[in-house]
């Protein structure tokens, strides 16, 4: 990793994910047999991390990760996972206290997903995490951001964040149950929501390019300066206060959608450090979403440079 090349800074959650796969998700009260399990790295702010650096080999952009694991097992098997991608973990701390965050995930054969997560040192991360990361925040162009870790942490972080003159992606996801204060969203520079989350932040679900839209103006209301919205198998809507549009989704044979959402931030996080128009970067990013639903697992699937340059090129839609 070249000390020049320009620093991304990811802060949040991980998480080991122990995942069973089986033709349908259980009903509550109901027990099913799965075919298969699998055990990986995971966490919102790790995947897109790890997805942020694997894109970054090729496009040449530094990525940190800011986060807290226990000192279990899972730690240790977590930061080896984080190992393997090309990451500064400097500033991930062990918690003596607290377990490494886990999810239990449920994928059914159409590539459906469903996720518990048990937060724990995730959710102990506190002001002298971010206290910390200011050398880091100083040098990094773009900060990531999620709701996995306590949202005191995540606006104190994007406050710090914006007075180092950092570009702020906000992830609001896993959905909060209630609209984010306006203290936080007047600090993002892109709000990354998908059609649930807008649905949460807004009252509003999305389900075409009018209620997308609708719902951006919204969200550009609460504070947001821009917004995309993740619709799944229809595409992204972008918004800015200056214009908007429809990105189609890029044609591939979905398998698993776990951690779509964090490739496609890793993406947006690239096309911004790479000082794309959102347009433009919210392509990269919907080719980076697409793409990860190609392959099974959270950070494993994340996409190479080479092969979202390809499916753009291919698709030029
Ligand atoms: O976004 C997918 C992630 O959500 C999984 O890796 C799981 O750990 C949960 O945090």
């Not at 450090?273 to 950070?299: F, N």
């Amino acid at each position: 990793m070249e000390q020049h090349f320009p620093l991304i800074l990811v802060i949040g959650s991980v998480n080991i994910d122990i995942t069973a796969r089986g033709a349908h998700l259980p009903a509550p009260g109901e027990t099913v047999h799965a075919q298969s399990y699998t055990i990986g790295l995971g966490g919102k702010g790790a995947n897109q991390a790890a997805a942020a650096a694997r894109l970054g080999t090729g496009a040449h952009h530094r990525v940190a990760f800011a986060g807290r694991t226990g000192t279990d097992d899972f730690a240790k098997q977590a930061r080896s996972y984080l190992t393997a991608f090309d990451l500064d973990l400097t500033a991930l701390a062990s918690d003596k206290q607290h377990p490494t965050g886990l999810a239990l995930i449920g994928v059914d054969q159409k590539g459906e997903n469903s996720i518990t997560v048990i937060g724990g040192a995730n959710m102990a991360l506190d002001h002298t995490d971010v206290d910390r990361l200011q050398p880091m925040l100083e040098q990094a162009r773009v900060v990531l951001l999620q709701l996995e870790i306590p949202l005191d942490v995540v606006e104190y972080a994007a406050r710090c964040a914006r007075a180092s003159g950092c570009k702020i992606i906000l992830d609001p996801a896993p959905a909060p149950s209630r609209p984010l204060p306006s203290s936080l969203l007047s600090l993002v520079d892109v709000l990354t929501p998908n059609e649930t989350e807008t649905q949460a932040l807004t009252g509003l679900y999305p389900q075409d390019e009018a209620t997308a839209e609708q719902a951006s103006q919204e969200l550009m209301r609460q504070g947001a300066q821009a917004v995309t919205i993740k619709m799944g198998g229809q595409g992204v809507w972008w918004q800015t206060p200056m214009a908007g549009g429809f990105v189609p989704a890029f044609a591939v044979s979905a398998i698993d959608t776990v951690a779509a959402g964090d490739c496609f931030n890793a993406g947006l996080a690239t096309g911004l450090i790479q000082e794309r128009s959102l347009q433009d970067a919210t392509r990269l990013a919907a080719a980076c979403g697409a793409l990860a639903t190609t392959k099974e697992g959270a950070a494993e699937s994340a996409p190479e440079w080479e092969d979202v340059l390809r499916l753009m090129e291919k698709q030029n839609n």
